[in-house]
């Protein structure tokens, strides 16, 4: 079974840098699709970016694009974030789907998620 734990958060300047880690267990035997997704105060959880490391497949929400980069090392997953903003806050989680490429994409079904850590951005 896939369990997540996320690391990373905290607190920063608009215009600064975090990196959020994600340790999964129960990974090292499958590919697997992963995800960061983060829920803003008052609002839905949205996915923000995907990552499909057997092939080397990422995929960003528009709002990220460019700013956001999801990478996966073994059984870690990783979320830099630059030129953050005061909309970016939120409580950021990983996520995991036992789909296969090329269905694991910012609208797959994710089925197993970290307890989430919080990013705030003060400008």
């Known amino acids: 079974q896939v369990q997540l734990a996320e690391s990373g958060g905290g607190s920063v300047q608009a215009g600064g840098s975090l990196r959020l880690s994600c340790g999964a267990s129960g990974l090292s035997v499958r590919p697997a699709c992963m995800a960061w997704f983060r829920q803003a105060p008052g609002k839905q959880r949205e996915a923000v970016a995907t990552i499909f490391a057997a092939v080397g497949a990422r995929s960003y929400d528009m709002s990220v694009k460019g700013r956001f980069t999801i990478s996966q090392d073994r059984n870690s997953v990783f979320l830099h974030m630059d030129s953050l903003t005061p909309e970016d806050t939120g409580m950021y989680y990983c996520?995991?789907?036992?789909?296969?490429?090329?269905?694991?994409?910012?609208?797959?079904?994710?089925?197993?998620w970290g307890q989430g850590t919080q990013v705030t951005v003060s400008s």
């Open positions: 996520a995991f789907s036992g789909v296969t490429w090329p269905n694991c994409g910012l609208h797959t079904q994710f089925t197993t």
